[in-house]
């Protein structure tokens, strides 16, 4: 099984003057996952297998899906159990959308944060402007949380709404 190794570094030529951090490397160990763990790797391979053959646009080549499940595994603290937010086509996106939808992202991305700070993961389009924010919500107490997510909430509705 691939596991990725975060910030880690054995060898008579490796050498860090920051203890590795931001470095990531895959390893393969065949006898260091559970039955369900690898029971759960290959269920997702055989729906990306599955997307790829019907449709390759439903199967993004990014998802990093082995990474994305061992990083929840690790911060497991964080609930990601609030439901999506789904919208009709003429349905107006009201302010309690898009804070859950904010709070999701915001979770989603705490929880694939690896334990040196950084994401291992791709971050691109609308996504990539939410770890910043994930990170400045530790730092931030009470009302200067609320003023940081005020930007990302007027760009929500602007995408949604333009009139807004």
């Known amino acids: 099984m691939w596991k990725l190794k975060i910030a880690k570094g054995h060898g008579p030529y490796l050498f860090s003057t920051d203890k590795y951090i931001g470095r990531q490397i895959w390893e393969f160990d065949p006898d260091v996952v559970s039955t369900e763990e690898r029971a759960a790797v290959e269920k997702a391979r055989e729906e990306y297998n599955k997307k790829f053959k019907n449709d390759r646009a439903q199967a993004l080549p990014c998802s990093d899906l082995l990474m994305r499940m061992q990083l929840k595994k690790e911060n497991n603290n964080i609930d990601l159990s609030i439901p999506p937010v789904r919208l009709g086509e003429k349905e ?30 791709e971050n ?35 995408i949604f709404d333009p009139e807004f």
């Open 124 to 158: 691109a389009g609308p996504m990539f402007f939410t770890p910043p924010l994930a990170s400045a919500h530790s730092c931030f107490i009470g009302k200067h949380n609320k003023t940081d997510t005020k930007p990302t909430m007027f760009h929500i509705y602007d």
């Open 92 to 121: 107006e996106v009201a302010y309690e959308a898009a804070t859950i939808a904010l709070r999701k992202a915001i979770r989603l991305n705490c929880a694939i944060q690896a334990r040196d700070g950084h994401w291992a993961a």
